[in-house]
């Protein structure tokens, strides 16, 4: 049974950081990609960060760049993203995702909740 679980989410004031950690079971970690993902309030999901399945190349939207750091840990199987001057736009559930390299099969955690606010 393969598991995805993120933590580390929580209330934050603007300029602040947080660090998100995201824990899979029940697969061959170093066979998947790992992204980042977020959903605001009547927004569509969107991609925030996205690390190869070796840790070699990451990608970042346009709108984290130089604010956030995806990292993984293949011997752990997690994967974290450090954010930095958060902003108040930065609220919203954000998800780990697991994408395989080969078949594309993705799993997904709940969420957890980062909230920006003064």
């Known amino acids: 049974q393969v598991k995805v679980v993120e933590s580390g989410g929580g209330l934050v004031q603007p300029g602040g950081s947080l660090r998100l950690s995201c824990t899979v079971s029940g697969l061959t970690f170093h066979y998947y990609v790992m992204k980042w993902y977020r959903q605001a309030p009547g927004k569509e999901r969107e991609l925030v960060a996205g690390v190869t399945s070796d840790g070699g190349r990451k990608t970042y939207a346009e709108f984290v760049k130089g604010r956030f750091t995806i990292s993984r840990d293949n011997r752990r199987k997690t994967v974290t993203l450090q954010m930095n001057s958060l902003k108040l736009e930065d609220t919203a559930v954000y998800y780990c995702?697991?994408?395989?390299?080969?078949?594309?099969?993705?799993?997904w955690g709940q969420g957890t909740q980062v909230t920006v606010s003064s």
């Open positions: 995702g697991a994408e395989e390299i080969t078949t594309t099969n993705e799993y």
